[in-house]
Structure formats: structure tokens, C-alpha cells
């Protein structure tokens, strides 16, 4: 990659932006779903709500505003400060599933990882265009074509998907990356 | 690449949207400037304009509409649609310059590119990030460390930059690709 520090590729949504307890919250205040988190595991919202709540949060998530207040994953910024000083990190987002949040995640990066440059932003929808040593992602469908390792962000919709390595966190993430950087 | 076609990465400014006409219009009616071809080879326009002028052409890129109203290259339709033949095509532009712009640059390439899809944009800074066999750019220093073969577009500003290969238009872009190809 023309330079010695492996790179490192991370996924927003689910793995440093807690997209899903927003979207929870949204589904319980907006309309009184009290979904357990049994029920939630292997499956994604538009599978459990009423199809017009589904169409409303859609239709939420296109405005793009949504992906402006959502928090950060627990550890998140901490994990990817000391994985700076390794790895050359490029946060690397399927944003062109929705187009109009490009604005609102790029100010949310901003905010929340001002130590990230914004030349180390990708905006992208296949993220087999990706030129990297590893992915860290919730959806295994990035890493069909990817090049290098996937390294699947666990979330509840994806506890039943069979993929090595998992990481439950970021500091399962740390040490795994760790280990990989020194061999 | 997990396909048979090889993968071309296409810059927009100055290689299918055309930025310096109306860049040079806006110099023009704004403030008078009525530079000649000559002057403008291989200078960029906030090198020859007042400081202000300048300073304000770069508040109107930042706000990003100034992108959604660019007329197309000649010739980057057909050329896009007789390459998507041959080649696996994404439209890779340096957006996080002009964070603001992303919204405007999308709806231009749906309105004048349709037959790309959205999940073959990408919206990047750094763009060694991009696993390409190759990328046709009017910036050499995108080519750096690029691990594919750079193609210099040419443009005003490049004029005197030594590249190898340069094609002066689609036309050439064209021509060189088709032996690319089938090689």
C-alpha cells in the first residue's frame, strides 16, 4: 500500500456508530414496539415491524439527518486512536445506500473522531472497490469480494451468519487486531 | 477482481463533469477576468485570480451546489456506456474536498450517468483506497500510490505535467482502453 503500516478499513453503522439502538428507540417511541433482545437476534427491524412503520423509517434514514445523532459504539474512539498509531485507518461506509446522510455522517466524523482525516473518509456502495488489508463490518455481504480479510462487527442481525473472525467489541477487535499487526 | 472485466476507476472534475468552463465563466461575469488558452496552460485559477475572488470561488465549491450544474464532457456519455462493455466502471471522485458537495455530485451523475449505479459511486479523499486496475485522472498525484495504471486526462492545469499515458479527450480515452482490453 506504499507505506509499512497495514491498512485497516471500518464500517460505520453497527461497528463505531450505534445505529441500531437509535432505530430501536425510534420503533418504540414512535410506535410502541417493545421488542425484546431475543427477538431481535438474526433479525433486521423491517422484518419485525408493520410495513408502513418500516416504509416511515426508510423513508427517515433517506432524509439522512438520522445518522447525524446516533452514538458512538462503546470503546469506538479509544480503539481506533491506539489502532492509528499500526494501521493506516480509512473508514470506509455504504453511504450510497442512502445518498442524502453523506453530509450528515461526514459531520458526525467530525464530531465524534476528529482525529480522522477526512482523505481517510469513503463514501461507497460496493465495498469490494476497496483497496485494504482488512474490513471490519457487520454485513458479510462486503467481504464476497473483497480482497482482503473480513473481519465481521458482531450485531444482532448477524448472530446466526457463520463467519471467522467475529468480534463482539471493540476491545475483542484491539486484541485481534494486535495479534495481527506483530506477525 | 471476482470478475472477468477489468475495473476502471473514472475521476468526475475535468474528466466527465466540466468544472473549468464553468469555473472560468463564473471568473469571467463575476469579475471580469478574461484570461486567454494560453495563460491558463498549466495554472490553476486561484493562481492567477486576486486572493479574494479566489477565496470566494472556494466558498461557492464548499457550498456544493456549484457542482450539480456542470455540463458533461464531450463525448463521456458514449464513451461511459461503450466501456461498461468492456469494463466494470466507478465513477471515483475526491469529494471530501468539498464535504458540502457530495448531495450535488450524486444527483448530477443520476441525472446525466443513469446507467451507473449508485453502488458503483464512491466518494473518497486519499485515492490509493481504491482497488482498480485503472484510474483515469486529471491529477497525477492521484496516481502515486495508486497500485493500478494511472491515465492522465488532460486538462489546462496538466499541461506541463509528463505522464505516460495521457489521452487529450474521450475519444483517445476511448481508443487506448479498447487496446487495454484486449490485451
Redesign the interface.
Known amino acids: 500500500?506504499?507505506?509499512d503500516r497495514l491498512?485497516l478499513?471500518i464500517d460505520m453503522d453497527e461497528v463505531i456508530a450505534d445505529a441500531f439502538t437509535a432505530q430501536k428507540s425510534w420503533y418504540c417511541e414512535t410506535h410502541g414496539y417493545d421488542w425484546n433482545d431475543e427477538v431481535l437476534q438474526g433479525r433486521h427491524f423491517n422484518e419485525l415491524a408493520n410495513p408502513e412503520h418500516a416504509a416511515e423509517m426508510e423513508t427517515l434514514l433517506h432524509r439522512g439527518e438520522f445518522f447525524r445523532g446516533l452514538n458512538v459504539m462503546p470503546g469506538a474512539q479509544n480503539a481506533l486512536l491506539t489502532l492509528s498509531e499500526r494501521f493506516e485507518i480509512?473508514i470506509?461506509t455504504a453511504?450510497?445506500?442512502y445518498?442524502?446522510s453523506?453530509?450528515a455522517k461526514?459531520g458526525w466524523l467530525q464530531e465524534h473522531f476528529p482525529f480522522i482525516?477526512?482523505?481517510?473518509?469513503?463514501?461507497?456502495?460496493?465495498k469490494?472497490?476497496?483497496?485494504?488489508d482488512y474490513l471490519i463490518d457487520d454485513n458479510v455481504r462486503h467481504f464476497?469480494?473483497f480482497?482482503g480479510q473480513g473481519i465481521l462487527f458482531s450485531a444482532a442481525h448477524n448472530q446466526y451468519v457463520d463467519w471467522t473472525p467475529r468480534v463482539k467489541n471493540w476491545t475483542e477487535a484491539v486484541s485481534l487486531l494486535d495479534g495481527l499487526a506483530t506477525h
Open positions: 500500500m506504499g507505506t491498512r478499513a480509512f470506509t453511504a450510497m445506500e445518498p442524502a453523506c453530509a461526514f482525516s477526512p482523505l481517510q473518509i469513503v463514501f461507497c456502495g460496493d469490494s472497490i476497496l483497496a485494504a464476497s469480494r480482497k
